[in-house]
Each structure stands twice: as C-alpha cells, then as structure tokens.
C-alpha cells in the first residue's frame, strides 16, 4: 500500500476541522467551576481574618473552613483523574 504525503496532507487538513474546540458551553462551564473554587476561597479567606479580629462567629469560621477544603479536594481529584488520563493516553500504542 503506498500512501503518499499529499493524501496524508489532505486527510489531515480534512481531520483538522473535527479536532478544534468551539467555544461553547464546556467552556463556560470551566470557567464558572473556576471562577466558584476562587470564590469559595475567598470566602474562607475573608472569613478566617474576621475571625483573627475577633468579628466572626467561630461557627461560621468552621463552616467557611469545611467549605475550603472540600473545594480544594475536589480539586485535587479533578487534577488527578485529569493526570491519569493524560498518563493513559501516553501509554496507548500509535
């Protein structure tokens, strides 16, 4: 069988189209996933310098810190699963 580079070249440019991301709602999704993690950390943060001020409720500074790290850990293990995919896609033969 011989395949020759233009052929290869065009079923790429062809392939390519496919591959691109679109701007969509997967991108929305990321960025307000994101954008809840940032806010939640700050709320954690805010809550905590109150507390040093002796203006919080420790309560409230328990809950706030409960939140903080469940955020963090869920980002830990969306960064982990996402690593192991990249690790699994590594492996794969060619």
């Known amino acids: 069988m011989d395949i020759s580079s233009n052929f290869a070249a065009r079923a790429y440019g062809a392939a390519k189209p496919a591959t691109q991301p679109t701007p969509g709602k997967e991108d929305q999704a990321f960025g307000s996933a994101a954008q809840s993690f940032a806010d939640v950390l700050r709320n954690g943060e805010d ?3 109150a507390a040093m001020l002796s203006s919080a409720d ?28 990249y690790q699994e896609i590594l492996r794969m033969p060619v």
């Not at 420790?58 to 982990?80: F, G, I, K």
């Open 47 to 49: 809550t905590a310098k």
């Open 58 to 85: 420790p309560h409230a500074l328990v809950e706030a810190l409960a939140q903080t790290e469940l955020a963090v850990e869920t980002a830990v293990a969306v960064r982990d699963k996402v690593v192991e995919a």
